[in-house]
């Protein structure tokens, strides 16, 4: 089996680990995270992809590595990794245009990764940066194409085009009163809780559109204790022209 050979094999064989290893215990468990959080850690290994600027250092590569491979592999690397820094960065912050962000990230760590693998010629050159190829990106390919799906779903496009939310005091002082109106559950929001209050988020079915079955309850009931705070995960999604408003919220730990 020559150099070239071995080469495929092992990169094959990595993505089908990597992509198993996603079905049976990323994916299910990602399913328990808001989209947000799992944007978040799907684009977490991509902050490590300054690493690919040792294609530039001759110790590591051979000094016969194609320059036009190197510098392409190598920049393209840093700019993936620096915009998956930024897009941590707004995840966690929650800034306007996170979507666009996200996919800028995606679609640019995507292409580099796909352009480095077409340079099949530069393969015998690698040295000691075999293990790059090999063994990392097939990491980040799998990883690049969850966060596709991630993105092509509406849930997903509705919460990260929220603009960063606060609980001003006037919005906790109405929410620990039980004023509750839709429009002040949105993603983000954090609501302190008083003794044993029950926190009850609104729901508006639309009987019209058989295909959403009507919840149980009108509400969601969620008991707390004092000291602790819910946040509200999401928030209504739209079908066509019409929409369909609901909340999501889920236990936040202890508020500050």
């Not at 977490?44 to 592999?73: D, E």
């Not at 897009?87 to 912050?93: E, G, K, P, Q």
Request: with cysteine; aromatic share 8%; charged share 15%.
């Amino acid at each position: 089996m020559d150099m070239l050979a071995i080469f495929g094999l092992q990169v094959f064989m990595s993505v089908v680990l990597c992509s198993l290893l996603a079905k049976w215990f990323l994916a299910p468990w990602l399913k328990e995270k808001t989209q947000r959080e799992s944007l978040f850690w799907l684009t977490l290994p991509h902050a490590t992809r300054h690493v690919g600027m040792v294609f530039l250092v001759p110790a590591v590569v051979s000094p016969s590595l194609p320059h036009g491979f190197a510098v392409s592999t190598a920049y393209g690397d840093l700019a993936a990794g620096v915009l998956a820094m930024l897009v941590l960065i707004a995840l966690r912050s929650r800034w306007a245009g996170t979507t666009t962000l996200v996919w800028l990230f995606n679609v640019v760590g995507t292409m580099d990764l796909l352009n480095a693998l077409r340079h099949t010629h530069a393969v015998s050159h690698l040295g000691a940066a075999w293990y790059i190829p090999t063994f990392l990106v097939p990491v980040l390919l799998v990883t690049h194409v969850m966060i596709f799906a991630k993105l092509f779903t509406k849930a997903a496009r509705l919460e990260l085009q929220s603009a960063k939310h606060t609980t001003c005091p006037a919005e906790t002082s109405r929410l620990r009163q039980g004023a509750f109106h839709p429009d002040l559950w949105a993603p983000g929001i954090v609501v302190p809780a008083t003794a044993r209050t029950r926190i009850t988020v609104p729901v508006d079915h639309m009987a019209s559109r058989p295909q959403y079955p009507a919840p149980a309850t009108a509400s969601t009931h969620v008991d707390l204790p004092e000291g602790s705070a819910v946040e509200v995960v999401h928030r209504g999604y739209v079908h066509g022209s019409r929409a369909i408003r609901f909340a999501e919220v889920r236990a936040a730990g202890r508020s500050t």
